[in-house]
């Protein structure tokens, strides 16, 4: 099943949306849920076998970072920011912009891997410190300000 939160960019794409759910046949196994509260949003993120990020536009991605805190693996579209941020890291991987079908191969990969793959990826040791250095915004602000008193030393 696949569940899309947040809200369309316009009503001409969700028109556009419903009409290939109904063209497929799948309007049953899609479950549109709009704006979610965040505790409610987390269980649904924690509950899913991969998150999609179809993004074009995104820097620092905090919704790919709360997705790996709950231990869901991201496809997401090879732009700048969210590249800079997360590239090298086994759960999250990224497909040339505006490559639906890239997207859907990666995602059905996800979706196939046997568990103990999924759970290497998930749990690798990158991932695992990457979450460690961006666990609240203290932590960041920490690593951001001593960036910048070491570019001052130099």
């Known amino acids: ?3 899309v939160a947040g809200r369309f960019f316009d009503g001409a794409t969700e028109r556009a949306f419903m ?3 109904r063209r497929l046949g799948i309007e ?9 509260p965040a505790e409610e949003l987390y269980k649904v993120v924690a509950g899913a076998r991969l998150l999609l990020y ?3 536009s995104d820097s620092f991605s905090i919704v790919m970072l709360e997705s790996l805190a709950v231990g869901t693996p991201v496809v997401a579209y090879d732009i700048p920011g969210p590249r800079s941020v997360y590239s090298g890291l086994a759960a999250v ?3 040339r ?3 639906k079908e890239a997207m859907a191969r990666e995602a059905v ?4 891997m046997a568990e103990g793959d999924y759970r290497n990826m998930v749990d690798d040791e990158r991932v695992m410190e990457f979450l460690r250095e961006h666990s609240s915004w203290d932590v960041v602000a ?3 300000a001593g960036k910048i008193m070491e570019l001052t030393r130099r």
Not at 28 to 36: A, F, M, Q, S, Y
Request: glycine letters at 6%; zero cysteines; aromatic letters at 10%.
């Open 54 to 56: 179809p993004s074009h």
């Open 93 to 95: 991987r990224f497909v």
């Open 1 to 3: 099943d696949l569940v």
């Open 109 to 112: 990969r996800i979706l196939r």
């Open 97 to 99: 912009e505006f490559d």
């Open 28 to 36: 049953g196994k899609v479950r549109l849920t709009g704006w979610l």
């Open 142 to 144: 920490e690593d951001v």
């Open 19 to 21: 009409s290939s759910l």
